[in-house]
């Protein structure tokens, strides 16, 4: 899996028809900055409202996905999410002039197509992974729906189904890494069975359905003035059975297509969960209601894990910024640079890290045969890492200076002794006007917090 947050190289675009609304839409890709996540964006409605790919904007689950926003609404988004995910793409913005998303040929295929074609590019900011502690499960008795996580440092899914249909018969699929998703996944369609037909379109639903952009399963007898109509419906002088029970279609992908586009569907659906997962995934029998219900399940635990912010030090991973990148930005030299590296940085919040050992220069004179790091170089360490955050909202950090104009309200909770290391996360409080910024901040030996406090910093250009 990536370690850093991706977005696309440039702007990309695609037509198509919306399964359910029937409508023609134009939907455009854009670049979106780390920390960004996944927006759609509505332009053909007054005030170009945006909605945010989250689980709790789910307002409809008729045979899709919808999500609805500020008075905006997005039909089926399921798919694009998937192919999102699958190529590990955190931040993007994606433009739609109708009310849903092109069902294209029922798969995720062409969205992966022309997201390839718009490039990946890497960003400087970590993903925020969820990783489970423990298993989380949902299970919905009338529906015979089970779904569960369980903890794997890594992002699998594995889906079985049962119709009790001789067609279909019981079908397994599995992504064991989600580089596979491409190759093994995403050219899977949508599918249902024929008896459905005629409901879905009595339910005002499939208005854009067409026998090329999906999988109609026939698992009883048809009569011949059955097919005629169905041939009506879709506008088709003449539809047939095949002797595998598809009607008039394209031969299958896989054997096991309907099963693995229920993969491709529980991929989707979690995305609204709104961060990147680790962990397996099992799913019996799933549909859009029972993945949604278990994004929230999953959303909620987020949320409990995220209760206090902690920031999340992996020392495995290779940072945003490294010492070397760190001076080329700040100023400061030995003894007085005392961050050694950054380990997330966005538009809003920054994070890093200060190794306290007793080789530091001023232990030989802050008590020295009990040796507590001095509060004020913990505040300096945490204005460094402030600073970076404030640097990193203009295009030539080298070119500036940043001056700290105030230290408020700060709390030393534990002291700090060699041998600790520091991860400090620094937050902008609003936006920065006219140069100054205001943050606060939050010092860390593993979860137990030993400073805080606000602080406000100007940032000047060196030639001015």
Not at 103 to 110: A, E, F, N, P
Not at 304 to 332: A, E, G, R
Not at 350 to 374: D, I, L, R, W
Not at 411 to 440: H, Y
């Amino acid at each position: 899996m990536k370690i850093k947050q991706h977005t696309i190289k440039k702007s990309v675009t695609l037509s198509g028809v919306g399964l359910h609304t029937g409508v023609q839409a134009n939907m455009t890709f854009l670049p979106a900055k780390p920390g960004h996540g996944i927006k759609f964006q509505r332009i053909d409605l007054e005030g170009q409202p945006t909605v945010d790919a989250d689980v709790d904007n789910v307002v409809d689950l008729s045979r899709g996905t919808t999500i609805e926003q500020s008075g905006a609404r997005v039909n089926t988004v399921e798919h694009t999410l998937a192919a999102l995910v699958g190529l590990e793409i955190d931040n993007v913005l994606i433009q739609l002039d109708g009310p849903e998303t092109p069902i294209m040929d029922g798969s995720s295929k062409q969205f992966v197509e022309i997201l390839n074609e718009a490039g990946m590019e890497e960003q400087n900011a970590l993903r925020d992974f969820f990783e489970l502690q423990d298993g989380i499960f949902y299970r919905d008795s009338a529906r015979d729906v089970e779904i569960g996580a369980l903890p794997l440092d890594d992002y699998r899914v594995t889906v079985m189904i049962d119709y009790n249909s001789p067609v279909l018969g019981s079908q397994h699929a599995y992504l064991n890494d989600i580089s596979m998703f491409e190759k093994e996944i995403a050219s899977c369609r949508t599918f249902c069975f024929l008896h459905e037909l005629e409901m879905l379109h009595k339910n005002n639903l499939i208005k854009g359905g067409d026998l090329n952009n999906a999988i109609v399963v026939v698992d009883r007898i048809v009569e011949d003035h059955e097919l005629d109509s169905i041939a009506k419906l879709f506008n088709k002088p003449k539809v047939e059975v095949k002797k595998e029970g598809i009607l008039n279609n394209v031969e299958l992908r896989y054997k096991n297509e309907p099963a693995r586009h229920k993969l491709l569907d529980v991929i989707g659906d979690l995305a609204l969960a709104g961060r990147p997962i680790k962990a397996q995934i099992l799913a019996a029998r799933p549909g859009h209601a029972a993945n949604v219900a278990f994004a929230k399940k999953l959303k909620r635990a987020m949320e409990k894990s995220s209760k206090h912010n902690l920031p999340k030090y992996n020392p495995n991973l290779p940072p945003v910024l490294d010492i070397n990148q760190i001076i080329n930005i700040l100023p400061h030299r030995y003894p007085f640079l005392l961050i050694d590296k950054i380990i997330h940085l966005d538009d809003e919040s920054v994070s890093g890290v200060k190794n306290v050992t007793a080789n530091e220069n001023f232990f030989q004179g802050h008590f020295p045969g009990n040796p507590v790091m001095p509060g004020v170089l913990q505040v300096e360490a945490m204005t460094q890492i402030g600073g970076i955050l404030v640097l990193n909202t203009v295009p030539d950090p080298e070119n500036y200076w940043t001056y700290f104009l105030a230290i408020e309200n700060f709390r030393f909770r534990k002291m700090v002794l060699p041998g600790d290391t520091m991860v400090i996360k620094c937050d902008l409080l609003g936006p920065i006007k006219r140069g100054i910024a205001k943050m606060a901040g939050r010092a860390y030996v593993g979860n137990t917090l030993v400073c805080e406090g606000t602080m406000m910093a100007s940032i000047v250009r060196k030639d001015s």
